[in-house]
């Protein structure tokens, strides 16, 4: 295989066994994408990532030994780089915003269809973001913070949902730019570009706002 198809490395954490291993059976198919190993305890399934460093883990959030929460949590602080996509069959209509807000890159209800679980990790590799849940008493929620946010005439970027979070969150440049590894000016200037996206002139109207789309809870 030349050098340019350097394939992703992707490590799976889910305790249903049949479901675990359909997953990694569907990804292992998918072109450039190798699974380092799936794993249905939490703890184990950190342990492998912090070791092997994977490109893309697919995690649970009801796990044995770890919750997918925490996981996550150390994923963002000790592999940064690594995308994070989460599958759970919770319908707490208020996880994807703390997904969102915790740095995850995706999020899909197990309810969905597979190819929806595959179009998620298609989006993630390639530096999106992807959020859907299968609820069907709140369609709103499908999409939920797809890059392309539909009420607004010039959507906001991936980069720029990010920075939205943070900043309606309470979070200063600084510290924006010290969690997404950006210079405080482009975080400023990410700043500047969602708030005339939105139309709003202060902090307050935006976090209104990111609330209304479901990006974060107050």
């Known amino acids: 295989m030349p050098p340019s198809a ?25 072109p450039r994408m190798e699974v380092m190993g799936d794993y249905a305890d939490g703890a ?27 996981i996550a949590r150390e994923l963002r602080r000790q592999l940064p780089e690594t995308r994070i996509l989460v599958l759970t069959s919770q319908q707490n209509e208020s996880i994807p915003s703390q997904l969102a807000t915790l740095g995850v890159h995706g999020f899909v209800s ?46 906001l970027t991936p980069r720029e949902i990010e ?25 400023e200037k990410h700043r500047a570009n969602i708030m005339d996206k939105v139309e709003v002139r202060e902090v307050a109207s935006l976090v209104r706002w990111c609330v209304q789309q479901r990006l974060i809870t107050i």
Do not use: W, Y
């Not at 249903?16 to 198919?29: C, I, W």
């Not at 920075?163 to 975080?187: D, H, M, P, Q, Y």
């Open 163 to 187: 920075v939205a979070i943070g900043v309606a969150s309470g979070f200063s440049s600084k510290e924006i730019a010290a969690k997404l590894k950006l210079s405080v000016r482009t975080v």
């Open 110 to 155: 197990k309810g969905e269809p597979l190819k929806v679980v595959i179009e998620a990790v298609e989006k993630v590799l390639t530096g999106g973001m992807f959020f859907a849940s299968s609820k069907p008493a709140r369609p709103a929620l499908s999409p939920l913070a797809a890059p392309a946010v539909p009420t607004l005439r010039n959507p």
């Open 6 to 30: 350097k394939k992703h490395r992707a490590i799976v954490i889910e305790d249903e066994t049949v479901f675990r291993q359909l997953l990694s059976m569907a990804l292992s198919r998918l």
């Open 44 to 70: 184990e399934g950190l342990q492998a990532c912090l070791r092997d460093r994977p490109d893309l883990v697919v995690v649970d959030l009801q796990l044995p030994g770890m919750h997918g929460m925490d």
